[in-house]
């Protein structure tokens, strides 16, 4: 089933590609067909390792514990929902390449295999690319290009992690990148931080985290709105999914070493990115520069490394991407209404569009981490364990909620209350926007009172990362 999960985007992207007639109705019913068989993985997918290259020992090997199901849920809910978003806006091969991004991350949140790891980590960047480039604003092309400049340099270094772990495996018998294989490895301690530092560089890059996150905001002021939900909800979590799974799984020892520097990474980037967001005129760039922010929270709690943290930024992960997704649609039903991004152009929205408006500061506040919605449980547990970790680190991420307040309801303020500046009527959401929306802000109330069935798919996953990092201090 694991296979089948990943072969269906990828066959409906060959398809929808080639289709001469309704290649949009393809492509939807393909990523129904995906969202299907996710929801049948979640009960009946056993493992998958059949040898693929013996001499490198490298296996198609396929496995999906509690993590993997929310992120494989996240991937397989969002996509039918952007295309249904991008329905007026983009052509066959938007549609094709969105797909064929859905089978590199799945195959991504799936890989039991390193080398297999690395090459749907590397292949995402293909259709990204595309996305970008051949959709979106003006300056669409040169966003494109900085967006693949990163990414290749993060996938650059990783390919060196890649080589040391096939070093190291070889020396101890028989090389092997089996993910299960190379936990169990004696790595010397110089050897294991060189592997770190190059795994968490990629990771960083990807997520991303400052100093290497420049490509954010261009990317997301430039692309529309669909690809950036996916670039942002689906793709960059595989930054974070990455120092899970391989820097605490794989190097747990080295990225102890290394906590201290990642502490102040993530602090900078949850200030920093908040207070850039503060500044910004244009919609979008505000939007990409939260998740600056946000992301500097969930690399806090992953690295701080307690059952809080880490359960938290699971949860945050998938909360992150349900309400970042929805602020980003909601944006771009706006802007198709007033022909422009800049907040300074909009005015006075409320009376003309309230379900617009309600819609947009129900998303905004959850980003913001209100009660009773779900983003607000995740920032608590990462806070909580921001506060083991050291007092001062708790004292600076705490501000990361005061900041999220003023950039959303300065924001809802400028463009939905006021005097009207409307040249022409403009239109509230329609039943077609209203279908993409509500499923969203649903799961954004749902599991702000009810984040039980989250936790429960996180928890199993945290404790044997815990035991393992706590046994190597």
């Given at each position: 089933?694991?296979?089948?999960?990943?072969?269906?985007?990828?066959?409906?992207?060959?398809?929808?590609?080639?289709?001469?007639?309704?290649?949009?109705?393809?492509?939807?019913?393909?990523?129904?067909?995906?969202?299907?068989?996710?929801?049948?993985?979640?009960?009946?997918?056993?493992?998958?390792?059949?040898v693929w290259i013996e001499p490198l020992g490298?296996?198609?090997?396929?496995?999906?514990?509690?993590?993997?199901?929310?992120?494989?849920?996240?991937?397989?809910?969002?996509?039918?929902?952007?295309?249904?978003?991008?329905?007026?806006?983009?052509?066959?091969?938007?549609?094709?390449?969105?797909?064929?991004?859905?089978?590199?991350?799945?195959?991504?949140?799936?890989?039991?295999?390193?080398?297999?790891?690395?090459?749907?980590?590397?292949?995402?960047?293909?259709?990204?690319?595309?996305?970008?480039?051949?959709?979106?604003?003006?300056?669409?092309?040169?966003?494109?290009?900085?967006?693949?400049?990163?990414?290749?340099?993060?996938?650059?270094?990783?390919?060196?992690?890649?080589?040391?772990?096939?070093?190291?495996?070889?020396?101890?018998?028989?090389?092997?990148?089996?993910?299960?294989?190379?936990?169990?490895?004696?790595?010397?301690?110089?050897?294991?931080?060189?592997?770190?530092?190059?795994?968490?560089?990629?990771?960083?890059?990807?997520?991303?985290?400052?100093?290497?996150?420049?490509?954010?905001?261009?990317?997301?002021?430039?692309?529309?709105?669909?690809?950036?939900?996916?670039?942002?909800?689906?793709?960059?979590?595989?930054?974070?999914?990455?120092?899970?799974?391989?820097?605490?799984?794989?190097?747990?020892?080295?990225?102890?070493?290394?906590?201290?520097?990642?502490?102040?990474?993530?602090?900078?980037?949850?200030?920093?990115?908040?207070?850039?967001?503060?500044?910004?005129?244009?919609?979008?760039?505000?939007?990409?520069?939260?998740?600056?922010?946000?992301?500097?929270?969930?690399?806090?709690?992953?690295?701080?490394?307690?059952?809080?943290?880490?359960?938290?930024?699971?949860?945050?992960?998938?909360?992150?991407?349900?309400?970042?997704?929805?602020?980003?649609?909601?944006?771009?039903?706006?802007?198709?209404?007033?022909?422009?991004?800049?907040?300074?152009?909009m005015r006075g929205l409320e009376k003309a569009?309230?379900?617009?408006?309600?819609?947009?500061?129900?998303?905004?506040?959850?980003?913001?981490?209100?009660?009773?919605?779900?983003?607000?449980?995740?920032?608590?547990?990462?806070l909580i364990s921001a506060f083991d970790y050291?007092?001062?680190?708790?004292?600076?991420?705490?501000?990361?909620?005061?900041?999220?307040?003023?950039?959303?309801?300065?924001?809802?303020?400028?463009?939905?209350?006021?005097?009207?500046?409307?040249?022409?009527?403009?239109?509230?959401?329609?039943?077609?926007?209203?279908?993409?929306?509500?499923?969203?802000?649903?799961?954004?109330?749902?599991?702000?009172?009810?984040?039980?069935?989250?936790?429960?798919?996180?928890?199993?996953?945290?404790?044997?990362?815990?035991?393992?990092?706590?046994?190597?201090?």
């Amino acid at each position: 089933m694991l296979t089948i999960l990943v072969l269906v985007p990828f066959a409906g992207a060959l398809i929808t590609a080639v289709m001469p007639a309704r290649p949009k109705a393809w492509a939807f019913g393909f990523a129904l067909a995906t969202l299907i068989a996710g929801i049948v993985t979640m009960f009946t997918a056993p493992d998958t390792d059949l040898v693929w290259i013996e001499p490198l020992g490298v296996h198609w090997a396929l496995e999906m514990d509690g993590f993997g199901k929310l992120m494989v849920m996240l991937t397989v809910v969002l996509v039918p929902l952007v295309m249904v978003a991008a329905v007026k806006d983009h052509d066959k091969r938007w549609y094709a390449w969105a797909l064929a991004l859905e089978a590199f991350a799945l195959l991504t949140f799936t890989a039991g295999d390193l080398f297999l790891f690395y090459i749907a980590f590397e292949a995402t960047l293909i259709p990204a690319y595309f996305m970008i480039g051949q959709h979106g604003g003006p300056n669409r092309a040169r966003a494109a290009l900085k967006f693949l400049m990163f990414q290749l340099g993060g996938g650059l270094v990783l390919l060196g992690a890649l080589i040391g772990f096939f070093v190291v495996s070889s020396e101890a018998g028989s090389p092997s990148y089996l993910i299960s294989d190379l936990a169990q490895l004696d790595i010397g301690t110089n050897a294991e931080r060189w592997i770190f530092v190059a795994m968490f560089i990629a990771f960083a890059v990807k997520a991303p985290l400052f100093p290497v996150h420049t490509w954010l905001a261009d990317t997301t002021e430039q692309a529309t709105t669909p690809t950036s939900v996916l670039l942002v909800c689906v793709l960059d979590k595989i930054g974070t999914f990455g120092m899970i799974r391989l820097c605490l799984g794989l190097v747990p020892e080295a990225s102890a070493w290394a906590t201290p520097v990642v502490v102040v990474l993530a602090l900078i980037s949850i200030v920093y990115g908040a207070v850039l967001a503060i500044g910004q005129d244009d919609l979008l760039r505000l939007i990409g520069l939260t998740s600056l922010s946000h992301f500097g929270l969930i690399t806090l709690g992953i690295f701080a490394a307690t059952r809080e943290g880490l359960v938290g930024a699971m949860l945050y992960m998938v909360n992150h991407g349900v309400a970042t997704a929805a602020m980003f649609l909601i944006a771009g039903f706006l802007i198709a209404r007033k022909g422009t991004a800049s907040i300074s152009s909009m005015r006075g929205l409320e009376k003309a569009t309230p379900v617009l408006a309600g819609s947009f500061l129900i998303a905004g506040l959850a980003t913001a981490g209100l009660p009773g919605l779900s983003q607000f449980v995740s920032e608590i547990l990462v806070l909580i364990s921001a506060f083991d970790y050291h007092w001062l680190v708790g004292v600076i991420a705490v501000t990361a909620i005061v900041l999220a307040a003023i950039y959303v309801l300065w924001a809802y303020q400028r463009i939905f209350t006021g005097p009207a500046q409307l040249s022409r009527p403009v239109s509230d959401l329609d039943r077609r926007e209203i279908g993409v929306v509500a499923p969203l802000l649903v799961a954004l109330l749902f599991f702000g009172f009810v984040p039980g069935p989250l936790i429960s798919a996180a928890s199993p996953v945290v404790e044997p990362l815990v035991n393992v990092i706590q046994a190597g201090e």
